[in-house]
């Protein structure tokens, strides 16, 4: 108990540091795992590659779902309920990073196979929502920490509203063009096997335009 008590003080006490560590962390992993400069999985056979990515739609329209459902709890003020079903989309995303690193990592990317045009409006999707991914990283993060570390009552001083809003957008946002991504690839037209680094390509300007996002949230006031 006083181990988390602690903890809970510590981010508490310091949420925009917190947040700024954590979302390095976790972009040095996830590009670490898809360069192939951390082997953190084993290798995938190309079923296990396929059912992962059933695995990972199916997590993403769980964690849209709870994401819904935290926004429709919030608005009829029942905060418990809202707390629960953001913290369970947030877990699954945690979840979802597994796979997806696991699956990219261990396995292979895949690149449609499809007329132009619908290639171009799968990748332009493709795009918005690596976007949106990179971009809610810190919002999200900041969002959670103040939510965990804040009575309901206290969060009314915060910010934690207004940075749940926009992580709630853009996550949303993101998820279901994750979904809709999935199923033009994986049911409506055929793919190619693609190295998994490839795919930071379309992430790159994203990054760069995470980084002066990332800032201002740290150097906004709770």
Known sequence: MAVADSVRSGLRARP??????????????????LYGFIPLFPELSRETVNLFSHIIAGINTLALTSLLAGVYFIKTDQVRKHRAAMLTAFS????FLVFYLWKTG????????????????YLAMLGIHIFLS?????????????????????LRETSHARYGRIAVTAWSVSLALGIITYFLLNHVYAWEVRH????LLVAVPSFQSETAGAQEVMGSEE
């Open 92 to 95: 699954l995303i945690l979840l």
């Open 16 to 33: 925009r540091a917190i947040t700024a560590v954590l979302s390095v962390i976790g972009y040095i992993l996830v590009g670490g795992a």
């Open 106 to 121: 261990g396995g292979f990317e895949k690149a449609i196979v499809a007329p132009e045009l619908a290639t171009l409006a």
């Open 134 to 154: 990179v971009v809610a990283v810190p919002v999200v993060l900041y969002a959670v920490i103040l939510g965990l570390t804040h009575t309901p009552t206290e």
């Open 196 to 199: 998994a680094a490839l795919l």
